[in-house]
């Protein structure tokens, strides 16, 4: 497991002040009857006034020491499995911030939290501004029925949860996930941004999208 768990590191900042921090929480994946140990990046995207938590995973408290004093505008899913959403009640419940997931992910929700729903749903196209930062939602099943990617064009990144890393596309070998939907994913909607665009993954190191695109079989 990761030395750096519940550190928030900076890796941008807009000219209008909103940075982009990782934090790093460790816990269990679980599905399909297996269990494994994962770290996971939670992404906090905000100002000193208001923030977005991007992947509330495995660890509220360190996430929420954080934000700190902040606004929570939302806790942003970019899909539903276990790992990335364990946190998210816990940080609704501490701030008051509304559960966004794209509605596809329904099912895989309902697998850790059974007869309820997230309180928004996210939707392809749609823009969610925060300070001079907006971020794109792009639908990018494959991974899991529901994924979407943030991309925040004026900092040159985008959020990928599991849909892209470093070294390739996210794991399609399990319930609720598809190969040739998730290469068809990235090829439709990640690989046509500009190729220096910085990819922050939901587990791991980051990459770029010309660097993935050199590498892959997503023609």
């Known amino acids: 497991m990761s030395s750096e768990a519940g550190r928030a590191e900076v890796v941008a900042t807009s000219p209008g002040g909103v940075r982009v921090e990782r934090v ?21 995207v905000g100002d000193d006034a208001e923030c977005f938590v991007i992947d509330a995973g495995h660890d509220a408290a360190a996430i929420l ?12 899913c970019t899909h539903a499995h276990n790992d990335h959403i364990t946190a998210a009640p816990a940080v609704r419940e501490a701030t008051g911030a509304p559960i966004a997931l794209h509605p596809a992910d329904q099912v895989l929700w309902e697998l850790t939290y059974p007869g309820t729903e997230p309180d928004e749903q ?31 064009a004026s900092l040159g990144l985008v959020f990928t949860g599991d849909t892209l890393f470093q070294g390739g596309p996210g794991a399609t070998g399990r319930s ?19 190729p220096e665009t910085v990819v922050l993954t939901g587990h791991g190191d980051s990459s770029t999208i010309g660097a993935e695109a050199t590498g892959s079989d997503f023609a």
């Open 24 to 44: 790093i929480t460790s816990g269990i994946f679980a599905l399909d009857g297996g269990e494994w140990e994962v770290d996971n990046n939670v992404w906090i």
């Open 65 to 76: 020491a954080a934000v700190g004093d902040r606004s929570v505008r939302a806790v942003l």
């Open 122 to 152: 996210l939707a392809d196209g749609e823009s969610l501004s925060i300070g001079d930062v907006e971020l794109e939602v792009l639908h990018t099943p494959g991974h899991a029925p529901g994924a979407v990617c943030l991309y925040a």
């Open 176 to 194: 609720y996930s598809d190969k040739p939907t998730i290469l068809a994913s990235i090829r439709d909607s990640l690989l046509v941004l500009p």
